[in-house]
């Protein structure tokens, strides 16, 4: 039985159109342009929640957008409603750890900041004038999990592709909390480079810089893991990409005062057409430029005998995809996966080529400093196919990674319980299942070793005809329910019985 422990509800002056379209730890659309919800993060402790939302077309030149600011109990702390150039517009907005900062783009004059206190009051704004290249549809290669990057409440980290003559720059702006910034431009390959923070200090910053490439017809990438000050000065780089023959997608970073610890998965090609052998490993690199030895698992030779992988048969025409990782106190990685099972392959010479993956389950996985398993905990989940492209059948990291764009992923973010000593991490999750068309959503609980699942039906409610899920305060989530034709918006916390 689930307690609603807190209400608050007010009317929208414009209707939401979508569900969620952009899941990440530092905001979240839950429409498809002009509503975003910023999670107040502090320490993976959340604090409380901003909206920033359209409020209307108040002339021909200047639209009317609104920032609501409220505490982890959704009570109101304050409200600013600003206004904005109607050839701008929104793109993001983060908590830095003191103030706001969103974002709005135009494609001839550049990009514009605003910035607003914890009362939501405007604080500063500022315009870095710049051409950004033409809109190209999002895909594996180019797609962004979190386009504004928190640095521990200390600075924020902007990367936007900009347009210089016919050549296309990377600048990275680094934004902070004096609301004071600085920028860098970076030559890259067009869309066949990409860059994502994996961790980041007062000290340095942790990136993964991904070149796709073509090999045998196969879609690859390499992968290149690159410190730098936080000034953005180059310390150094290191390519994790021994052969053709295998991928490394890193998850998660920790940094330590002699060096980077890097969590990535792997896979390679197998001879055998209907295999694919994956796993997990681990790279230190040091500071000075040397590696220590990297850890590999291959699950699908390791596990072959592991109770869990057999029961749940994560081994037969199956992935795991990896895509979230938690460093524990015990010196262990806990990560999420999120179990492909492949069905089907069907392959037409003129349309349609495509590979079906079912979802079977959700796994989380306790890893050590060698890369070996300590624990395995499989939470069964949805059971209708997902289809992608042909080309992922042999390279369903690619496929794990088209499913995280469109976002059908099941597990949106994780928290930690920063009022005890000890290791309590929540992932949230959902499960639509598509036989008696109901959907799931649940608590995976790891509390110090011990891992617990609690999980509710959601149910229907009459007067809304949209319901998506967000972030809320440890051991809780929050129901965003909305009619659409009304514009009415209302907001439940319910709170999870592990």
């Not at 200390?154 to 600048?171: A, C, F, P, S, W």
């Not at 090999?215 to 780089?237: D, M, N, P, Y």
């Not at 690199?285 to 109770?307: H, I």
Request: hydrophobic share 40%; with cysteine.
């Amino acid at each position: 039985m689930k307690t609603f422990i807190n209400k608050h509800q007010f009317v929208l002056f414009v209707c939401l159109l979508g569900c969620f379209s952009v899941k990440a730890q530092n905001g979240l659309y839950f429409d498809a342009s002009n509503n975003f919800l910023i999670p107040v993060l502090e320490d993976e402790e959340l604090k409380g929640h901003a909206l920033v939302y359209f409020l209307d077309k108040v002339s021909k030149d200047s639209n009317s957008y609104a920032l609501q600011v409220f505490d982890e109990y959704l009570h109101d702390v304050g409200e600013k409603k600003v206004m904005v150039p109607v050839d701008f517009k929104f793109q993001s907005a983060v908590y830095n750890g003191s103030h706001f900062i969103t974002k709005f783009t135009n494609p001839k004059k550049g990009i514009k900041y605003l910035f607003f206190d914890r009362q939501a009051n405007q604080l500063f704004d500022t315009l870095i004038e710049c051409k950004l290249p033409r809109a190209m549809e999002e895909t594996e290669i180019n797609f962004s999990v979190a386009p504004l990057f928190v640095v521990k409440g200390q600075y924020v980290l902007d990367y936007q592709y900009i347009q210089e003559g016919r050549k296309t720059v990377m600048r990275v702006v680094r934004i902070g909390n004096d609301m004071k910034y600085g920028v860098e431009d970076r030559a890259v390959d067009g869309e066949t480079d990409h860059v994502q923070v994996l961790a980041a200090d007062h000290q340095y910053i942790v990136e993964a810089a991904f070149h796709f490439y073509k090999h045998k017809k196969q879609q690859l990438f390499s992968t290149q893991i690159i410190t730098r000050s936080s000034a953005g000065v180059l310390i150094a780089e290191h390519s994790l990409q021994k052969n053709d023959s295998t991928v490394i997608f890193p998850i998660a970073a920790e940094i330590h005062p002699d060096g980077i610890e890097i969590l990535s998965q792997f896979n390679r090609r197998s001879s055998a057409y209907a295999t694919t052998k994956y796993g997990a490993c681990i790279h230190y690199l040091y500071l000075n430029g040397q590696e220590k030895s990297p850890a590999f698992n291959e699950f699908t030779t390791t596990m072959v005998n592991d109770s869990a992988f057999k029961k749940n048969k994560l081994l037969i025409y199956s992935y795991q995809y990896l895509h979230k990782g938690v460093k524990l106190n015990n010196g262990n990685w806990l990560v999420v996966g999120e179990h492909l099972l492949r069905t089907r392959l069907k392959v037409n010479p003129f349309r349609n080529k495509s590979v079906v993956y079912n979802k079977k389950g959700i796994a989380l996985f306790e890893i050590d400093k060698e890369a070996q398993i300590v624990r395995t905990h499989i939470e069964p989940n949805k059971k209708e196919g997902r289809r992608v492209p042909k080309a992922y059948h042999r390279n369903p990291h690619l496929g794990g990674l088209s499913m995280h764009r469109r976002g059908l992923l099941d597990v949106f973010y994780y928290l930690r319980d920063r009022s005890s000593m000890k290791d309590r991490i929540s992932f949230i999750y959902r499960d639509i299942q598509a036989e008696s068309n109901k959907v799931v959503l649940g608590n995976m609980l790891y509390d110090e070793g011990k891992i617990t699942t609690d999980k509710f039906n959601l149910p229907k409610f009459k007067y809304y005809n949209l319901v998506a899920i967000g972030p809320a305060r440890f051991g809780h989530i929050m129901l965003f329910k909305v009619n659409t034709y009304f514009g009415l918006f209302d907001v439940d916390q319910i709170k999870f019985n592990n």
